[in-house]
């Protein structure tokens, strides 16, 4: 394997933490919804809680987007 195709591997490796995001991200607001469409008293509680859990998912994907660049920055030549 070249080191370009070996960099290839490890940037599509990196992105992978997008595709964990999405889920999460997903799990979150649909279990928001459904929290609050069973109770809607609490959804003040609820929301400040849903934006922290938002907040640290979507750090996971920005740590793999900065891993694929510094991954892509390693090429050789």
């Known amino acids: 394997m070249t080191d370009l195709g070996a960099i290839a591997i490890g940037m599509g490796l990196a992105a992978l933490g997008f595709f964990g995001a999405a889920l999460g991200i997903g799990w979150i607001f649909s279990t928001m919804i459904a929290t609050i469409g069973r109770q ?12 922290l859990g938002f907040a640290l ?4 994907a920005l740590y793999g987007l900065v891993i694929a660049f510094i991954i892509m920055g390693l090429r050789p030549g």
């Open 57 to 60: 998912v979507e750090a996971i």
């Open 40 to 51: 809607p008293e609490a959804e003040g509680r609820i929301v400040k809680y849903m934006w």
